[in-house]
C-alpha cells in the first residue's frame, strides 16, 4: 500500500461507516477512537513498528494536523466533511460574553504587567 498513513486513516473512517449504513441512518456518522484507528492504519499498511507508543504518537500527529480529521470527544474522531460548519467554528465563536469579558481583562492585565516590565528597564 503506497498512501500516507492519513490516507489509509480517512479511508479506514469512510469505510467503517459505509459498513454501518445498512445498520443505521446514512447521514449519521460513527467517529473511531483514535487508538482503534491507528491500530488500523498501522495493521493495513504493515508498518514496522519497534515501538508502539511512537508509532502511535507519529500517527496521531499526522492525524492531528491533516484538515480532513476532526476531532469528536471521548477519544473519538471522525472525518471533517459529516460535520456542518457550525460545529467547526473557532474557539472564539464559542465563547459566551462573560468568558469574553474575562478574557479581554486578563490581556489587559497582561499588557499592564509588560509595560510595566519595560518601563522597570
Same mark, same amino acid.
Given at each position: 500500500?503506497?498512501?500516507?498513513?492519513?490516507?489509509?486513516?480517512?479511508?479506514?473512517?469512510?469505510?467503517?461507516?459505509?459498513?454501518?449504513?445498512?445498520?443505521? $441512518?446514512?447521514?449519521?456518522?460513527?467517529?473511531?477512537?483514535? %487508538?482503534?484507528?491507528?491500530? /488500523?492504519?498501522?495493521?493495513?499498511? &504493515? =508498518?514496522?513498528?519497534?515501538?508502539?507508543?511512537?508509532?502511535?504518537?507519529?500517527?496521531?500527529?499526522?492525524?492531528?494536523? $491533516?484538515?480532513?480529521?476532526?476531532?469528536?470527544?471521548?477519544? %473519538?474522531?471522525?472525518?471533517? /466533511?459529516?460535520?456542518?460548519?457550525? &460545529? =467547526?467554528?473557532?474557539?472564539?465563536?464559542?465563547?459566551?460574553?462573560?468568558?469574553?469579558?474575562?478574557?479581554?481583562?486578563?490581556?489587559?492585565?497582561?499588557?499592564?504587567?509588560?509595560?510595566?516590565?519595560?518601563?522597570?528597564?
Amino acid at each position: 500500500m503506497n498512501s500516507t498513513d492519513v490516507e489509509v486513516a480517512a479511508y479506514i473512517l469512510a469505510e467503517h461507516n459505509a459498513d454501518l449504513e445498512n445498520v443505521v $441512518d446514512s447521514s449519521s456518522y460513527e467517529p473511531m477512537y483514535f %487508538k482503534d484507528l491507528i491500530l /488500523e492504519v498501522i495493521k493495513r499498511k &504493515k =508498518k514496522p513498528v519497534q515501538s508502539l507508543p511512537e508509532a502511535i504518537s507519529e500517527i496521531y500527529t499526522q492525524i492531528n494536523m $491533516d484538515g480532513r480529521f476532526t476531532y469528536r470527544n471521548d477519544g %473519538k474522531w471522525g472525518l471533517t /466533511e459529516w460535520y456542518p460548519m457550525e &460545529k =467547526k467554528s473557532s474557539r472564539g465563536a464559542r465563547t459566551t460574553s462573560r468568558e469574553s469579558a474575562a478574557h479581554e481583562k486578563k490581556k489587559a492585565s497582561d499588557t499592564h504587567k509588560f509595560e510595566s516590565i519595560q518601563e522597570n528597564n
